[in-house]
């Protein structure tokens, strides 16, 4: 069995962590939260994150990253977008022997518009970097700890590297498929939580089932035009990483970026959203990201303008869904005329 050292002691990280243990490999978890840390170790419990569940007790909780990578060959990232660099920056610092790196977040970085692999790869040195691997899809922390039957993605410009990250992670109820398309699982990854928000807002709004379907359906749209304007495959994100992972972020109740769209449809400012939420809502950062891409790439992204607007300079929801509704008609075009 391997030695993973996972970097996040949240939701994420400790769920990913329960899936390695169960898998018999040895899991350090590392976060910033001395607290958590030691719940880890002396309750096996996580209750900030994960409340009502048992970790085993091979997982050990670090609080110094040093400590936590001696002798890692394998790290995984279930950090914020915002994170990203800083952890790789702290890895830099502390170990010399190449690693694999697998990330499980899912943003795009507002400031350059870098993917998160991008961010890794900028900030590595490169001999000390043996692969990038991206997990991503439809899995919902709460239900993965639950041993939930799952299926995700292993993503990889290097398929032996996808390989072992799959041979790491797969088990009864966790089900991993290997991909090379690493920007169109990124992309898919990221976006959805825009489209998530704007479920949340709709289903706020009281529009109903229909409303929320159609919004799912061009917002898939979108991100797949955007994506393969990036060099995407535009099968990708008919997958587990597109809309695998949408269907589930704008439909279940475990998701924070619907939960705050819903919040905000009721009429709550951002600002009061985001204060009591307790974790970061990626899909706010990826709405203002995506929609200067878009203006990169020369992408029309109506779905994503409405939301950038309602988020970011206090329009109406209601009105914002006027002016989406009252566009000028045009024929659907099929899937492979959309880009």
């Known amino acids: 069995m391997g030695k993973v050292t996972v970097i996040g002691s949240g939701s994420w990280g400790t769920a990913l962590s329960i899936v390695l243990a169960d898998n018999g490999h040895d899991v350090r978890i590392w976060g910033k939260n001395k607290t958590i ?4 170790n002396t309750r096996h419990t996580n209750s900030k994150y994960l409340s009502d569940v048992t970790l085993p007790e091979t997982i050990i909780g670090f609080e110094d990253l040093k400590e936590a990578m001696e002798g890692i060959e394998v790290v995984l990232l279930a950090v914020p977008t915002k994170a990203i660099r800083e952890t790789v920056v702290h890895l830099n610092q502390i170990k010399q022997e190449p690693l694999t790196v697998i990330h499980a977040s899912k943003g795009i970085e507002p400031d350059t518009l870098m993917r998160i692999s991008e961010m890794i790869e900028g900030e590595m040195l490169q ?8 997990l991503s899809g439809p899995s919902h922390a709460e239900e993965v700890c639950l041993r939930h039957p799952t299926t995700v993605t292993a993503a990889s410009f290097n398929i032996k590297e996808a390989e072992k990250v799959q041979g790491l992670f ?16 990124e992309i898919g990854g990221a976006l959805k939580n825009i489209i998530a928000l704007g479920a949340g807002i709709s289903d706020g709004l009281g529009y109903g089932a229909n409303a929320k379907a159609a919004l799912i359906t061009r917002g898939l749209a979108e991100i797949t035009k955007l994506g393969c304007a990036m060099g995407a495959n535009p099968l990708t994100f008919s997958g587990l990483s597109g809309v695998g992972d949408l ?5 279940s109740v475990h998701s924070r970026n619907w939960r705050a769209g819903n919040l905000l449809g009721k009429g709550y400012k951002l600002s009061n959203v985001l204060d009591n939420m307790g974790m970061i809502v990626e899909g706010v ?3 203002k990201a995506a929609y200067y891409l878009s203006k990169k790439f020369n992408v029309e992204m109506p779905i994503t303008n409405a939301l950038h607007g309602i988020l970011f300079n206090s329009e109406n929801a209601d009105e914002a869904v006027e002016v989406l509704m009252k566009r000028i008609g045009r024929r659907e075009a099929p899937f492979a005329n959309l880009f």
């Open 37 to 40: 840390i030691n719940e880890i």
């Open 127 to 134: 001999e000390k970097l043996k692969g990038i691997v991206v």
């Open 170 to 185: 797969m088990n009864s109820y966790f089900r991993v498929y290997t991909h090379t398309d690493v920007i169109g699982v």
């Open 247 to 251: 269907i589930v972020t704008c439909t």
């Open 285 to 287: 950062s990826t709405t």
